[in-house]
């Protein structure tokens, strides 16, 4: 039985993330660390996120799951991140001002703005719903998920995906958004698989199987 640990910082979509990773894996133990010695001995961790990214990563730095998410990067432990726990791992963040964020991954998190067109229509902020993934190279995670599938999106912050060196998938809605992020053992969505119907749950059933390496 693999250990799941699902780290709980206060600012996740908690109870959704661990019942669709207990659809997707009956037989695997899914735990809910608010603390990280409840994360020790875990076989993956999963970085969920939803909320305003300065109380997130205070949320996150406080009870010591920074040193815990850097050992686990450093050691090979596959590792998820899901919306603001993919931005979490970004070096800095534009809302309130800026955020230094953890660093993990080089790139900045960048606000919508308030005039946001495509098509010379304007589109509304926060980004809230469908869209279609292209999948921008391969990787475990995407095993049995068509290309183009569509994602369940909530967010005003996004991470550019022009000249994004660790995308892993893209979608557009006004400008181009890395809708994942990946680097030998983290992978990371700007979406959330959770809410994200079938290909959403295969996504999350291949973060179960998966190694860690690509």
Known sequence: MQKIAVLD?????????????????????????????????????????????????????????????????????????????????????????????????????????RDLRENNERLKVPHMGWNRVEQKREHPLWHNIENGSRFYFVHSYYVPGGGNEDIAGQTEYGVSIAAAVARENIFATQFHPEKSADAGLQLLKNFVAWNGKV
């Open 9 to 113: 910082y206060g600012m996740g979509n908690l109870h959704s993330v661990a019942s669709a990773l207990q659809k997707v894996a009956p037989g695997e133990e899914v735990v809910l660390a608010t603390e990280p010695h409840q994360a020790e001995g875990a076989d993956r961790l999963l970085v969920p996120g939803v909320g305003a990214i300065r109380d997130c990563m205070e949320g996150f730095v406080r009870p010591g799951f920074a040193p815990l998410l850097h050992s686990a990067v450093e050691s090979g432990l596959p590792v998820l991140g899901i919306c603001v726990g993919m931005q979490i791992m970004m070096r800095r963040s534009e809302e309130n001002n800026g955020v230094d964020c953890l660093d993990i991954f080089p790139q900045p998190v960048k606000f919508f703005g």
